[in-house]
């Protein structure tokens, strides 16, 4: 698979310093773009670009979709199978929350609404993000959450060429039981599931059965929920992918960039459905082989 290593350091947030990073975006060199006096820092973003040896690259995938649809379980399981980042810009902005940093307590208040933190907030956290993980020698990504808005894919776009954005949809219901039913586990990381999904089929909505992802038993102590998971912020959160991150699904379309997956049911179900949509049944095979 071919190789590739481009990172988001900073860049302008203004659609006419998009068209010029994306002139830019094939020079392999880092590109540094100066600010103008009036520019406050964080709406300053710049890109160092670059490729391996053979000016080749890794996976670049995004995946779209509603709260509770499943992006991270997906895209984490994606990345193993790849060998590229999971990068879930939710993530980071629960990692600057935890960090109790100078902007936590604003990020707070939005989060728990349920509304979008600014773009350039994201776009900052996702550029250090990307930069690390250049200092590692990461390769390519497949991003959860990002982009979230027109403007940010517009950014995205201009700074490199997605391969694929895979749109995961589910009915409303089932996103809203997903998301409350929603467990991790305070020492591991883990995440799980105690909703037992089983809705009949209605007013031409098929019928969808989700068997709980119960914890192991030692991490069932050890369970707490996100502070936005709550039905009420659920429901704006929602709300807010209707009105703010459904045009994105439009923009990737226009482009013939998205693959639209239906999720059939639990993840035994669901995945190897996914992987063989995306071509990649065959790698999972000789993964399960090597095991
Ligand atoms: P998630 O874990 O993807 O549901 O994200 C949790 C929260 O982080 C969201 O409800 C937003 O407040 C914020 N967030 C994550 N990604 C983005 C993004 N790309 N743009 C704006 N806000 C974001």
Redesign the pocket.
């Known amino acids: 698979m071919a190789t590739l290593n481009r990172v988001i350091r900073s860049a302008y947030y203004s659609p006419f310093t998009i068209r010029r990073l994306s002139d830019l975006v094939s020079d392999p060199a880092s590109i540094r773009i100066a600010s103008t006096p009036n520019q406050s820092p964080c709406t300053r973003i710049t890109l160092p670009v670059s490729r391996d040896a053979l000016g080749t690259r890794s996976v670049q995938w995004v995946f779209l979709g509603c ?1 509770g649809v499943g992006k991270g379980t997906y895209a984490s399981r994606l990345s193993n199978l790849l060998g590229v980042p999971h990068i ?4 980071l ?1 629960r990692d600057e929350l935890a960090s109790s940093g100078p902007l936590s307590k604003k990020l707070a208040e ?2 728990n609404k ?4 600014p ?1 350039e907030v ?1 776009i900052d956290l996702l550029s250090k993000r990307l930069e690390k993980g250049q200092t590692k020698g990461e390769t390519g990504f497949i991003l ?6 027109i403007r ?1 894919a517009e950014i995205l776009e201009g700074v490199t060429d997605i391969d694929m954005v895979i749109n995961l949809k589910l009915r409303e219901d089932a996103l809203l039981a997903k998301c409350l039913g929603r467990r991790i586990c305070s020492q591991c990381g883990g995440n799980f599931n105690v909703a037992a999904i089983d809705f009949k089929g209605e007013n031409g909505q098929p019928g969808i059965c989700m068997p709980p992802l119960l914890p192991p038993p030692q991490c069932a102590s050890k369970l707490i929920t996100r502070t ?1 998971d709550t039905e009420e912020v659920v429901k704006e ?1 929602l709300r807010v992918y209707h009105d703010q991150c459904e045009p994105v699904e439009d923009f990737y379309r226009a482009r013939g960039k998205l693959l639209e997956f239906n999720l059939p049911g639990g993840i035994p179900e669901s995945w190897p459905k996914l992987l063989r949509a995306l071509h990649v049944e065959d790698l999972d095979n000789k993964q399960s082989a090597a095991a």
Do not use: E, H, N, S
């Not at 349920?114 to 933190?117: A, C, E, M, T």
């Not at 959860?144 to 808005?149: V, Y």
């Open positions: 709260p879930a810009t939710g993530d902005v939005i989060v349920g509304q979008l933190v773009d994201i959860d959450g990002f982009p979230r808005t940010q936005d959160r």
